[in-house]
T-cell receptor, first 113, second 111 residues
Framework: GESVGLHLPTLSVQEGDNSIINCAYS??????FIWYKQESGKGPQFIID?????DKRQGQRVTVLLNKTVKHLSLQIAATQPGDSAVYFC????????????FGKGTRLHILP | DTEVTQTPKHLVMGMTNKKSLKCEQH?????MYWYKQKAKKPPELMFV???????INESVPSRFSPECPNSSLLNLHLHALQPEDSALYLC??????????FGSGTQLSVL
């Protein structure tokens, strides 16, 4: 079957360090991937996306890397700040499945002072 | 207006009650979504509307009944729910059926 998941439920990072959050997916037909940030009491917020014809995409302080060979996705956050504390979800969409966007398990990012 | 607004923010209902969750967006998005999220779990897709027509129903029990009266509104009608239906219900809209814009959700408790 298909699934999108994460390796670690919790990640603790020192303020100012870089954070790397990983995601593994099993559906080789997935062609669009998204990272969302969910703060307590809020809905998920779009961070960055990447299509399967790319292997890297950069935003403001964030970079997404896609390794299709091993079906692995990562989110890198540079110079982590207290405001980055949240749960991070990867999500996938498969072209032949129209409107379905499926979320992975999530990683809680905890910032150490 | 770049927000998805969900009401109410909190709802407590009994198993015999009928209630409705509401979602509104004025971004001109033609795809709207309902997700269910249990504590410490990822959002699970329930329904998708595209151009006001139901395009996806993820085998959701009939005690949940979605409705899309127009391109800006999405409702979720609830009837005879079970305690295990207690969760955060998230509405989202999308301009392209890829990037989702979420509301803050309705926290539902079924007693």
């Amino acid at each position: 079957g298909e699934s999108v998941g994460l390796h670690l439920p919790t990640l603790s990072v020192q303020e100012g360090d870089n954070s790397i959050i990983n995601c593994a997916y099993s559906n080789s037909a997935s062609d669009y991937f998204i990272w969302y940030k969910q703060e307590s009491g809020k809905g998920p917020q779009f961070i960055i996306d990447i299509r399967s014809n790319m292997d890297k995409r950069q935003g403001q302080r964030v970079t997404v890397l896609l390794n299709k060979t091993v079906k692995h996705l990562s989110l890198q956050i540079a110079a982590t700040q207290p405001g980055d504390s949240a749960v991070y979800f990867c999500a996938e969409k498969t072209m032949n499945r129209d409107d379905k966007i499926i979320f992975g398990k999530g990683t809680r990012l905890h910032i150490l002072p | 207006d770049t927000e998805v607004t969900q009401t109410p923010k909190h709802l407590v209902m009994g198993m015999t009650n009928k209630k409705s969750l509401k979602c509104e967006q004025h971004m001109g998005h033609r795809a709207m979504y309902w997700y269910k999220q249990k504590a410490k779990k990822p959002p699970e897709l329930m329904f998708v509307y595209s151009y006001e027509k139901l395009s996806i129903n993820e085998s959701v029990p009939s005690r949940f009944s979605p409705e899309c009266p127009n391109s800006s509104l999405l409702n979720l009608h609830l009837h005879a729910l079970q305690p295990e239906d207690s969760a955060l219900y998230l509405c989202a809209s999308s301009p392209d059926r890829e990037k989702l814009f979420f509301g803050s959700g309705t926290q539902l408790s079924v007693l």
